[in-house]
């Protein structure tokens, strides 16, 4: 008998072995060799999503749920899907949306109120200035491109991206604008436009990534290093992912290592908490950047000074940063002999285009069905619009200018 059962659980292993999947690559492995499918050089906005997409199946039946769900939420977001990319950020195993608490008082408490003045009071004095922000979501990036030329204006000279590869920067500081290679997150058009909004304006671009096994305590350095080091009057400011600009007395952040080494406390912006907390009457409030105080968060996960309720809506945005001088919107119209579903519509500047293929366009937008026109708002320039289909071909491409 014993003899039996021991086949029997020998055969049933075997059987098991031979219908096992196996476990699929990473999806941002995948989702990168899917990126570079098209002209060399250049970044493919589409195929990462369908790639990812097909296998969703088997993504979901492995143990790389997690990751698939980012990676899914950060190329949607590149891709300008904004609403799917918040969609995918929440599936995430072990993520739970808070229950939306509503007001039972006769007299709720005031809506917050508008953030930008109290940020921009602040920054007045301070040295250093850092935000943080949701890498999948860009109105982080979009509120710091907006307040850019007031902070020039106070004597801010540098910008701190966590987002920029090193190997870049002179290239960078040439160009005035990103190309494929200048970083990862820096391929996300909002992102891309954050870059040449502080070049024009005059910033100095520093990257002080850091992928070590002390990465906060490294980063820290490496920003010290390029800005107060050398020029200790500078003025600095910062933008960096989710608890690096924790303030947490026992946080080994890079903010807590940036105080501990130069002795200069940081003013910190927090921008990812508040639109979690899940408050009925914050849901209702038009777009725009509100302040948060500290008492009315239910999680405070991260010790900040400010705390910022970001509801800006990015994805009908341009690459204006809320300038008046892009508040009209230009209307394309698609040839339909040219649409080809699914495809994608990329925006870039025409000097840009020109000199660099791999150039970060200002605008992509997925093209819906049977969707035969777009509207975008942009500053004044010579743009080519280019419509390409998910093998990266170009379909349909058309210069134009924007008064």
């Known amino acids: 008998m014993k003899l039996q059962l021991a086949g029997w659980l020998l055969g049933a292993a075997l059987l098991s072995a031979a219908w096992a999947v196996p476990e699929p690559e990473n999806p941002f492995v995948l989702a990168g060799k899917a990126a570079r499918v098209g002209p060399a050089g250049s970044v493919n906005y589409l195929l990462p999503l369908l790639e990812l997409r097909r296998q969703r199946l088997a993504y979901l039946r492995s143990t790389q749920a997690g990751p698939y769900w980012q990676a899914m939420a950060t190329y949607a977001a590149m891709a300008g899907e904004l609403d799917s990319a918040a969609y995918y950020w929440q599936r995430q195993p072990g993520y739970s949306s808070p229950p939306s608490i509503g007001w039972r008082t006769a007299a709720p408490p005031p809506a917050p109120e508008p953030a930008r003045d109290t940020i921009l009071a602040q920054t007045k004095h301070r040295q250093l200035v850092m935000f943080n922000e949701e890498h999948t979501q860009p109105r982080g990036r979009w509120l710091v491109g907006s307040l850019l030329p007031a902070l020039y204006q106070q004597g801010f000279r540098y910008l701190a991206l966590e987002g920029l590869e090193a190997a870049d920067s002179a290239g960078l500081r040439q160009r005035g604008y990103p ?225």
């Not at 990257?207 to 107060?228: G, P, V």
């Not at 912006?269 to 009925?280: C, M, R």
């Not at 000074?305 to 698609?334: C, I, K, M, W």
Request: hydrophobic share 40%.
């Open 179 to 403: 190309v494929a290679t200048s970083g990862f997150y820096t391929n996300e058009p909002h992102f891309g436009n954050l870059i040449r909004q502080a070049r024009q304006l005059g910033f100095h671009l520093v990257a002080y990534e850091a992928m070590s096994a002390e990465r906060e305590r490294d980063q820290a350095r490496n920003l010290l290093a390029i800005t107060l080091g050398p020029h200790p009057q500078a003025r600095v400011v910062v933008l960096a992912g989710h608890s690096h600009i924790n303030e947490n007395s026992t946080a080994q952040s890079m903010a807590a290592w940036v105080r501990k080494l130069s002795g200069i406390d940081p003013l910190t912006i927090e921008q990812t908490l508040a639109g979690q907390a899940g408050q009925l009457r914050w849901q209702q409030l038009p777009p725009g950047a509100y302040l948060v105080p500290p008492a009315r968060l239910p999680n405070r996960a991260l010790t900040c000074d400010l705390y910022v309720l970001n509801r800006l809506q990015p994805a009908e945005a341009g690459n204006g940063f809320g300038d008046a001088s892009a508040d009209n919107f230009t209307h394309l119209t698609l040839p339909a002999d040219s649409l080809r579903p699914p495809q994608v519509l990329l925006v870039y500047g025409q000097r840009e285009k020109q000199a660099q293929p791999g150039a970060v366009p200002v605008a992509v937008r997925c093209l819906r069905p049977r969707q035969a026109s777009m509207y975008l708002p942009l500053r004044p320039g010579t743009y080519v619009a280019e419509l390409r289909d998910a093998a990266g071909h170009r379909c349909w491409q058309k210069n134009f200018s924007v008064q």
